[in-house]
Every structure is written in structure tokens, then in C-alpha cells.
């Protein structure tokens, strides 16, 4: 398939490594994947850069939740974009909704100006907006180059109708990545049904955590899980996918 895109979304210089080296073209680098992505610290980013040479857009996301900001959670967000505009990120992926479900477009707008010439990606704030033909029409007019969408379904394959109808009425206006539960084993059928060329994922496996000594039924955050348990970017997986993907017309 030619000019594919499989950006691989990352939590952690270990995980970088293993995503660029499996062949990915590209990172979203966050932190927390675990409850969906938050905003990484810029050391976390300077981290990353030194350790691997690869394009690196940056998740804005202040908290964890839905994305209908208070005026405080709106400067923090504006502030990071202009962090990473600086640090020199590839992009920034981040995205506001106003109560009614609709695109903050001046909220948006305004980031989009503070980015300057950095790439904006809207993230999956997309998927729970009121009306994503018209989001999506929103975005264009805004000078967004991508959204990130599982259209609008738990996952990329459950929402693959509306994803192949948002890349027929994007007719290359905007790029529209897929992700969300993307994997080796249905690439294959996420590109026939779509008509997409362009996937996000993370290619995550869970590993046992070094520490011998062990406290349990103490926990740090979301009771349930384990804190010993270890998310990383499998590299085998990252190059099962990138495979897949080149040998796909």
C-alpha cells in the first residue's frame, strides 16, 4: 500500500524504542495511557527525542474524562501548546467540545493559532461530538490536518462504516486515522472496509514489574489495578503491523 501511516501511541522512552524500532513512522507521545492518555511532561518529551529520531506529536489533554474544559483546564492546555510549539514538536493532537456536544470552535481556533506551524491533530474528542460529518467540516475550515477517529465506536472495526464514509467525504481535504483496538490481525480488514491508509495504535503487552518486594491491596489509583503491572509498546507487534501494512494495495 503505498503512503501508508502507522503512528504508534507511547507512554514512555522504552516504549518509543520499541515502536520506532518495529518501524513506526511516526509517535503520538502521551502519558497515562492506561486511562486513555494525559499530557506528558516536557522532560518525558526530551527524553524521547534524544532516544529516538522519528516525528513526535505530542497528546494535550489536561485530565482525564470528557473534554468540555473549565476556563483554568483551557490555559494549561494553551500553555503546553506552546510549550511543545518551542521544545519543537512535530505536532500537537488535542481537542475541546462545548456541553452540547458540538466543537469548541473558538476555543480550537485559538490553539490552532498558538500552534503556529505545528501540525494539529483533533483526537478522540471526535467520537463522542454530537455530529461528526459536520465536526469533520468544522476541522477543515479550522486548518486541522487530522482526526483521529475509531468512528465514533468502542473500536476502529465496530465503527468502520462511519470511518469509510468520513475518509469519502474528506476526499483528501483532511486525513482521517484510524484507531482505537487497531491490531496485526485486523489491519487487513479495517483497510478493505474503510478505505483507509492511515492507523494508530499501540501495539501494547503487559509486563511483570522488577520489584520483589510486594505490598499488595494498596492502591495507587484506579482500584482493580495492579500495580506491578507494567504497559509497553511490543515490538513484534508494531512489525507485524508495519508488514502487514507494506505488502496491502
Not at 126 to 144: H, K
Request: proline share 3%; charged share 25%; with cysteine.
Amino acid at each position: 500500500m503505498k503512503d501508508y501511516m502507522l503512528e504508534v501511541c507511547v507512554d514512555s522512552v522504552e516504549s518509543a524504542i520499541a515502536a520506532k524500532n518495529g518501524g513506526a513512522k511516526r509517535l503520538e507521545l502521551c502519558s497515562n495511557l492506561i486511562i486513555g492518555g494525559t499530557t506528558p511532561t516536557p522532560s518525558l518529551y526530551m527524553a524521547v527525542r534524544e532516544a529516538v529520531e522519528i516525528d513526535i506529536k505530542v497528546l494535550i489533554r489536561p485530565r482525564f474524562g470528557d473534554f468540555c474544559y473549565t476556563e483554568a483546564e483551557f490555559g494549561i492546555i494553551r500553555r503546553d501548546v506552546q510549550t511543545f510549539r518551542e521544545l519543537g514538536a512535530s505536532g500537537i493532537v488535542l481537542g475541546i467540545l462545548r456541553s452540547d456536544g458540538t466543537l469548541n470552535t473558538e476555543n480550537m481556533k485559538s490553539l490552532t493559532e498558538e500552534a503556529g506551524e505545528m501540525p494539529v491533530t483533533l483526537h478522540r474528542a471526535f467520537d463522542v461530538c454530537r455530529d461528526p460529518l459536520a465536526t469533520m467540516e468544522e476541522s477543515i475550515r479550522l486548518g486541522i490536518q487530522t482526526i483521529l477517529t475509531s468512528g465514533q465506536e468502542s473500536s476502529a472495526l465496530a465503527g468502520a462504516e462511519l470511518l469509510q464514509k468520513l475518509e469519502a467525504r474528506a476526499a483528501g481535504r483532511i486525513q482521517i486515522l484510524g484507531g482505537a483496538g487497531v491490531t496485526p490481525a485486523n489491519l487487513e480488514e479495517l483497510r478493505r472496509r474503510t478505505g483507509l491508509c492511515q492507523f494508530h495504535m499501540s501495539g501494547k503487552k503487559v509486563i511483570d514489574s522488577e520489584m520483589v518486594f510486594r505490598k499488595e491491596g494498596v492502591p495507587m489509583g484506579i482500584p482493580g489495578l495492579s500495580e506491578y503491572s507494567i504497559w509497553r509498546t511490543d515490538e513484534e507487534e508494531i512489525k507485524k503491523a508495519v508488514e502487514i501494512l507494506e505488502r496491502m494495495d
